[in-house]
């Protein structure tokens, strides 16, 4: 069990900057490969980006690749995502979530255990 709590979102206007951060409750955090999600109204939950155990392998959709980073710090249970040269289509819920297995499927939400409850990003243009 791991609890998330996202904070970070906000207003900000297309080409601005946000940092999103969750934070992890208990004492296993490294244990968990975590990723950040996102969905729009009636859209599909969307993968944004994953990282590992040790913070060594990243993943970025397509849609992010240049502009997101996803990073964490072990030591303070929290994982973040730099959002650079944001765009009216990076609006959302984005949500943090934690993947415990080594099972595949980085980019689906299924493979994620445990999900935060949201932080909104509104970018306008």
């Known amino acids: 069990q791991v609890q998330l709590v996202e904070s970070g979102g906000g207003l900000v206007q297309a080409g601005g900057s946000l940092r999103l951060s969750c934070a992890a409750s208990?004492?296993?955090?490294?244990?968990?490969?975590m990723g950040w999600f996102r969905q729009a109204p009636g859209k599909e939950r969307e993968f944004v980006a994953r990282?590992?155990?040790?913070?060594?392998?990243?993943y970025y959709a397509d849609s992010v690749k240049g502009r997101f980073t996803i990073s964490r710090d072990n030591a303070k249970n929290t994982v973040y995502l730099q959002m650079n040269n944001l765009k009216p289509e990076d609006t959302a819920v984005y949500y943090c979530?934690?993947?415990?297995?080594?099972?595949?499927?980085?980019?689906?939400?299924?493979?994620?255990?445990?999900w935060g409850q949201g932080t909104q990003v509104t970018v306008s243009s």
């Open positions: 979530a934690a993947d415990r297995s080594n099972r595949g499927g980085y980019g689906t939400p299924q493979t994620y255990d445990y």
């Open positions: 990282i590992s155990r040790s913070g060594g392998s990243t």
């Open positions: 208990g004492r296993t955090f490294s244990n968990y490969n």
